[in-house]
């Protein structure tokens, strides 16, 4: 039995949190299979890993000296080493790598060695063996990973038995060139290990407990959610949740295996658990809110545009032309609206708009920015009556107007459309509106 377990840059930020780690580790003989990301902040005000070599990179780039830079990061990880006592050659790998800016150095090869040197650290701490993700995380050439070809590397580099720590965030090329995941791809690394080697569970240590039904920055000690199926993970996820990358889902959903998100400061904390659907669990009315601010809504009005085919599709091909992904598409019967983000809509605004009229021979179009998109997730919504007039009713006693409304044919999800600037209130009133209502 393996559990695979991976550790946030907040949870190896510095000696004490590699203490933590080992408690972790230590405290149960199936976390064999270990992913870290790169060490990350100590406190608010410090720089993680990740920025600071992205910064060396930028300042060699430029001509600038990156000295000062590349010196925090050789005392952070020197600090972690002399504090733990540990001997290692992460003196020799600072020296060589420093070389290597100094002359020529890929990016994503500089960027990795955030999450490479912490993992060595890890492993030379927990007595674990060291596998480089270069080894048995392969890409295909359009920056997917090779599932195929990743398989059979880690078959080859990893034993059944073993204890292995690896780097999250990177992989090779076939020709080893290095490849960076988009940022939080640790994840990932340990969602893809999970599913290969079959894990009972994908742990995903952080510095919260859980996941939270709402931004805790904008509702004051919002509880904490037990458990969540993996279509409401996505939901969440994809509406700006900062919970786990949303490309980590995939691998574990496809073998069931549950995702535990725990935190390193409070181990004994039950955290969230993300599995399939379990009717027999407390419900909820809701599972989640969460939401992004910045979009525009185009709305495009056509007489007898229902006896019209292909309209849509036009506005489809526009926005693809000028690569705006369309978020939502409210419909009407002569008009229809596309959601998209503003700033992507932004460089090409005059030409969008030009182009839509003519290919829609549309009677008119119109814009709206500075919408704020909200989500209301819960999978119990479909079983409950009224939800939608209490959400209405609950917004409208704070004059909040909704310039949206969309709902998934599987009511998974409701999304509202309102003013940025009622986007804090809007989120305060639903949780206050539904927070504890377990009469399902």
Request: hydrophobic letters at 35%.
């Amino acid at each position: 039995m393996i559990k695979v377990t991976k550790f946030g840059g907040s949870s190896v930020a510095n000696a004490t949190q590699f203490r933590k780690v080992k408690h972790i580790i230590d405290s149960d003989p199936t976390r064999t299979v270990v992913v870290t990301s790169a060490s990350g902040k100590e406190q608010s005000d410090d720089h993680k890993m990740t920025d600071l070599l992205y910064l060396c990179y930028e300042h060699k780039r430029y001509g600038m000296p990156f000295d000062d830079l590349f010196q925090m990061i050789r005392d952070k990880l020197t600090r972690i080493e002399n504090e733990l006592n540990l001997t290692s050659d992460i003196s020799k790998d600072l020296d060589s790598l420093y070389d290597k800016i100094q002359d020529s150095i890929d990016i994503d090869y500089l960027v990795s060695r955030g999450e490479y040197l912490t993992a060595k650290l890890l492993s030379n701490y927990l007595g674990f063996k060291f596998v480089d993700a270069k080894d048995i995380i392969i890409f295909k050439p359009n920056g997917q990973i090779d599932e195929k070809r990743s398989c059979k590397a880690i078959q080859h580099h990893v034993k059944q038995s073993d204890k292995i720590v690896v780097p999250g965030f990177y992989g090779a090329y076939p020709d080893k060139s290095i490849h960076l995941m988009s940022r939080g791809g640790s994840d990932i690394t340990g969602s893809f290990l999970a599913s290969v080697m079959d894990a009972v569970c994908y742990e995903n240590w952080t510095d919260v407990s859980g996941i939270l039904k709402a931004d805790p920055r904008i509702v004051r000690d919002p509880k904490q959610i037990e458990t969540i199926t993996y279509e409401e993970l996505r939901e969440l996820a994809y509406m700006g949740a900062n919970v786990i990358h949303e490309e980590a889902v995939n691998p574990v959903r496809e073998k069931c295996i549950p995702i535990h998100i725990l935190n390193t400061n409070d181990p004994t904390n039950c955290g969230t658990v993300i599995t399939a659907e379990d009717e027999q669990e407390k419900r909820q009315a809701i599972t989640g809110i969460t939401g992004k601010k910045d979009f525009s809504i185009i709305t495009v009005v056509k007489s007898h545009m229902s006896n019209d085919f292909g309209t849509i599709r036009k506005a489809l091909e526009c926005m693809e032309k000028y690569r705006i992904i369309v978020e939502h598409i409210p419909t009407g019967v002569d008009s229809f609206s596309l959601v998209v983000d503003s700033d992507k809509l932004k460089p090409f605004y005059y030409e969008v708009i030009s182009d839509l009229k003519a290919i829609t021979q549309a009677d008119k179009v119109t814009v709206i920015h500075d919408i704020a998109l909200i989500a209301i997730v819960s999978r119990f919504m479909k079983n409950k009556t009224g939800m939608s007039g209490r959400l209405f009713s609950a917004l409208g006693k704070q004059h909040i107007n909704i310039s949206l409304i969309s709902q998934t044919s599987d009511e998974l999800t409701i999304i509202i459309g309102v003013k940025n600037e009622d986007y804090n209130t809007t989120i305060q009133t639903i949780y206050y509106e539904f927070e504890g209502d377990d009469s399902l």
